[in-house]
Every structure is written in C-alpha cells, then in structure tokens.
C-alpha cells in the first residue's frame, strides 16, 4: 500500500512538471511573437549602443509625428490646366526645419541648366527659351541633396512615391532653395526642349515643390498660363501684384505643391509655365524634386 502511494505521488509531481514546462514554454513563445510583431520591446541601454546617435532619435521622433500628420492630411485639387494639386501639411515641421539646417552649410548662388550642355551656368545671365517666355533667370541661393542620402530623406522620398505614383528611382535629389527679400524665378518650364537633358531618365514628367517655410508676403508660386478664372479664389486678396498675374500658390510651411509638366497623353503642357514671385517680406525656403518618365540615374 505504502508503495502504491509512493509511486502515485511521484506520478503527481511528474504530472505537475510537465505542465509547469509547458506552461513555460507557451509564455516564451507569446513573449517570442509580441517582440516579432513589435507590440511588446526590451528595453536598451544606449551607452552599450554606440550606433544610437541624435539621427536615430529624430527618426524616431519624426515617424511618430508624421503618423499623427498623416490623419491630418488632405488633397486640393487647384487646376486641370495645368494639373496641379496641393498636398497640405506633406511634411511635418521637423522634416522642414531639418531640411532647411541640412542645407544651410552647403548654399551657393542658384543655377539654371543650359539647354545646349547640359551644364549648370549663373542664373544670373539670360537664357534664350524656345518658347512663349524668353526669359529664365533665377536669383535665389540654393544646394542639391543626395537621393537616399540619408533614413529621413528616404521617407520623404518614399512618400512623394506612393502619392504621386512614380517610383522613387524616377527622381532627382531634393534640391533646397533659398529666396531673400526681392528674390524670384521668372517664369519657365521643368521640361526639356532639347535631347541631351532628356538621355537621362527621359522627359520630366512632373515636379513636387514642398515649402519648408511661410512668407510673410509674397513668394507666390505662379502659373502665368493656367486656363481660367482663379479671381474668385478665397485667398486672391492676400497675393502680391505678381501673384494675381495667374493661378498662385501661397507658401505654407509642409505643404507640397504637385503640377505635371506632361498632359495624360504624354505631350508637353505648356500650361505648366511657372515662377516664384519675388519675396516681399520674409524669407522663402522650398525643396523641389524633378520626376522623370524613366529611371534617372544617380
């Protein structure tokens, strides 16, 4: 009887075992798919993280911010003529002003390509334009950015991705633009009349221009040849002498203005004819990527 006892309590203990055990090992796996999933995360010391640096922590930052600017953003269709629309609040205010002090050590005086080289030349100097305006001359300061130069320019990349719907190896790098007061680009086209600048990439089919700061007053962007009445606009009353001479988008700071320098059945639109008004008051900052119909190598 003693042994029958024995060996029933043994049996217990060793029932008991295996489901402590497997209890045990169903947490870890749980534990295993949270961190899989992210949903749960291990804390880290950073002083055993050399990598960690004040980049990673914007990143992160930055992702936080633009999923909650994301529930903020909205479309505005302005004209079908040129197709031009405005993405508001595009990037988050960090994004802007990282661009911006990323820029600043690298600003030199603006240049315009010419159309016989394919070489950058002084903006200052005019260049002769095929077209309707003869005139392109430029007065800002301005740099260019590596495309995919680094985590935070990749994302905004990849965001002018998936909402214009041209893959990111369709674009140049971010060019930033700085306008002083009395600044401006007279008016002109982003498409290319002639073939050299076209061997890369092909033709550009549209341009993204994100404004990284507000103007006090003026710094419009204007489209001289836009078809129709834009007088009725709300905001007409608050635009500078220039910027009633067409359809014009006022600076806001994050927002991102798209217009397309080729119509649906892949002719050039010469509606797209557009400038940056002098700036009267304040300084204008803006970043401009240029889309092509191909890849475009970099």
Not at 132 to 157: A, C, M
Request: with cysteine; hydrophobic share 40%.
């Amino acid at each position: 009887m003693a042994k029958g006892a024995r060996h029933s309590r043994a049996s217990r203990k060793s029932s008991t075992f295996v489901l402590v055990l497997a209890m045990l090992l169903m947490l870890s796996f749980v534990l295993l798919m949270l961190l899989a999933l992210g949903i749960l995360s291990l804390p880290i010391n950073t002083k055993d993280a050399p990598e960690a640096n004040d980049l990673s922590s914007f990143v992160a930052r930055a992702a936080e911010r633009e999923e909650k600017a994301g529930e903020r953003r909205w479309t505005e269709i302005l004209s079908w003529e040129p197709r031009a629309f405005v993405y508001h609040n595009f990037l988050t205010k960090e994004e802007c002003e990282y661009l911006i002090d990323l820029a600043k050590p690298h600003m030199e005086k603006s240049t315009v390509v010419d159309s016989e080289t394919g070489r950058s030349k002084d903006s200052r100097y005019v260049e002769i334009h095929e077209m309707h305006f003869p005139y392109r001359v430029r007065t800002s300061s301005g740099t260019f950015l590596n495309r995919g130069q680094d985590k935070i320019i990749q994302g905004i990349e990849k965001r002018i991705a998936d909402f214009t719907f041209i893959p990111v190896e369709h674009g140049e790098g971010l060019q930033i633009l700085h306008y002083e007061v009395g600044q401006k680009y007279e008016p002109h086209y982003d498409y290319f009349l002639d073939k050299f600048n076209t061997k890369n990439g092909g033709q550009r089919i549209a341009t993204i221009l994100m404004y990284l700061s507000d103007v006090e007053e003026g710094g419009e962007t204007v489209f001289p040849a836009a078809v129709g009445n834009f007088s009725h606009l709300p905001w007409w009353n608050d635009l500078s002498e220039c910027g009633k001479k067409g359809l014009s988008v006022k600076p806001k700071m994050g927002d991102a203005l798209l217009f397309w320098s080729m119509r649906p059945d892949a002719t050039l639109d010469p509606s797209s004819l557009h400038g940056g008004c002098s700036v009267i008051k304040g300084n204008k900052w803006s970043s401009t990527k240029w889309l092509h119909v191909n890849e475009y190598k970099v």
